[in-house]
Structures are given as structure tokens and as C-alpha cells.
């Protein structure tokens, strides 16, 4: 049975700095590109950052880059989303996504599976 499980975020003051995690198993991880989407109240889910998986490549959507950066560690099947720069708008749900077929971060039809989602708060 595959799963991934997210953990860290919370709460955290505007300008501040979170780390989440995507910790998978049942799968073999190294197989996988991984990536983070997110949703905020009443909006539909958004592609933010995607891996490759080797994570020789990386892919940014324009909102979050320069301020969050992605990373992987194949020996603990985790990946990791680094928040710097906080803002109030990057309150959302935070989920990560495995995809085993050609790297397509993008597009959520891509992706096997999903995480159960994240809370990541910013207050301003």
C-alpha cells in the first residue's frame, strides 16, 4: 500500500521560514518524481514546485520562486518543501504528489498519488 504522509507546517508569521516533508512508502521512491501543490479557501488546487527523480531537475511556479526551494533524499524516501519569505497568500493546504511516468510536473492527471494534504498557515 502506498502512501504519503506530509508533516510539518502550522502556523507561521508573514516573512517567516517552514519546512514541510513527504515522507513515501510502499513505493520505490527513487522511481518517482515528486511535487507539492497546494489549495487555498475556495480555490482550486495549484501546481507549486515539482522533481525530478534524480532532482537533476527542478520546476518553480512563478509565485514561489526565489522564496521556496524543493529537495529530495532517496536513502529516507522524503521529500522536502523549504518556505522562505512568507507571505499571507501562500496560506493553503500543502500536498505531495508522486509521478512514475516522464517527468510532467505540472499536470495533476500525471501524478499516482497523492498525500492526504497539509496545513500551512501565514499570518500577517
Known amino acids: 500500500q502506498v502512501q504519503l504522509v506530509e508533516s510539518g507546517g502550522g502556523l507561521v508569521q508573514a516573512g517567516g521560514s517552514e519546512r514541510i516533508s513527504c515522507t513515501a512508502s510502499g513505493l520505490t521512491f527513487s522511481s518517482y518524481a515528486m511535487a507539492w501543490f497546494r489549495q487555498a479557501p475556495g480555490k482550486e488546487r495549484e501546481f507549486v514546485v515539482g522533481i525530478s527523480r534524480s532532482a537533476g531537475s527542478t520546476v518553480y511556479a512563478d509565485s514561489v520562486k526565489g522564496r521556496f526551494t524543493i529537495s529530495r533524499d532517496n536513502a529516507k524516501n522524503t521529500a522536502y518543501l523549504q518556505m522562505n519569505s512568507l507571505k499571507s497568500e501562500d496560506t493553503a493546504v500543502y500536498y505531495c504528489?508522486?509521478?512514475?511516468?516522464?517527468?510532467?510536473?505540472?499536470?495533476?492527471?500525471?501524478?499516482?498519488?497523492w498525500g492526504q494534504g497539509i496545513q500551512v498557515t501565514v499570518s500577517s
Open positions: 504528489a508522486a509521478q512514475r511516468g516522464m517527468f510532467d510536473p505540472r499536470r495533476e492527471s500525471k501524478y499516482d498519488y
